[in-house]
Antibody, heavy 118, light 106 residues
């Protein structure tokens, strides 16, 4: 079955760019919508944005000026870049698949903790 | 921006029925999904399109939506159902989550 795995640095310095990759296994990234979602410690879920393999993207308006989500179909991966990070960006970052018919996130990665240090 | 509001906590006795609400403007016109998250784990989809269960989700999980409120109902609640629950909907192609409800079974 389809599995997602996040990867990237667990520690990022304030003002720098957070970069994460989600590898899709057991299926193709060239279908479905793919999202990034984060969860600050002890807090709730926040949707960051989605990408369709064709390149169509949409971002949370709150983060839009700092976020880029892109896809590499040759590697079956999609990526997140979040610039000018602050301590408020410290969170567990999840990648997830959106089933377009159900409009629900039906598959999630295990999540990766990213800490922003000053 | 669109907001979804959930009660921070709900308590239920084992074997009883738990109901968790999710409120948002004209939520009835959107599809609501529900996710269960236990400590240290990724969220798991338990309901989509207001009341449909993915394969493998027990029948005790059900949902409804009317007016501005969607409701997740767990019948015959078990101790294993103790978790955080999040509602989620789409507003103009933007994903929105509720703040989450901690369900305590005691």
């Amino acid at each position: 079955q389809v599995q997602l795995q996040e990867s990237g640095p667990g520690l990022v310095k304030a003002s720098e760019t957070l970069s994460l990759t989600c590898t899709v296994s057991g299926g193709s990234v060239s279908a479905y919508y793919w999202s990034w979602i984060r969860q600050p410690p002890g807090k709730g879920l926040e949707w960051i944005g989605y990408l369709y393999y064709s390149g169509d993207t949409n971002y949370n308006s709150y983060l839009k000026s700092r976020v880029t989500i892109s896809v590499d179909t040759s590697k079956n991966q999609f990526s997140l870049k979040l610039s000018s990070v602050t301590a408020a960006d410290t969170a567990v970052y999840y990648c997830a698949r959106e089933d377009y018919n159900s409009r629900a996130f039906d598959i999630w990665g295990q999540g990766t903790m990213v800490t922003v240090s000053s | 921006s669109y907001e979804l509001t959930q009660p921070p906590s709900v308590s239920v006795s084992p074997g009883q029925t738990a109901s968790i609400s999710c409120s948002g403007d004209k939520l009835r016109d959107k599809y609501t999904s529900w996710y269960q998250q236990t400590p240290g784990r990724s969220p798991v989809l338990v309901l989509y399109q207001d009341n449909r269960r993915p394969s493998g989700i027990p029948e005790r999980f059900s949902g409804s939506s009317s007016g501005n409120t969607a409701t997740l109902t767990i019948s015959g609640t078990q101790t294993m159902d103790e978790a955080d629950y999040y509602c989620q909907a789409w507003d103009s192609s933007t994903g929105v989550f509720g703040g989450g409800t901690k369900l305590t079974v005691l």
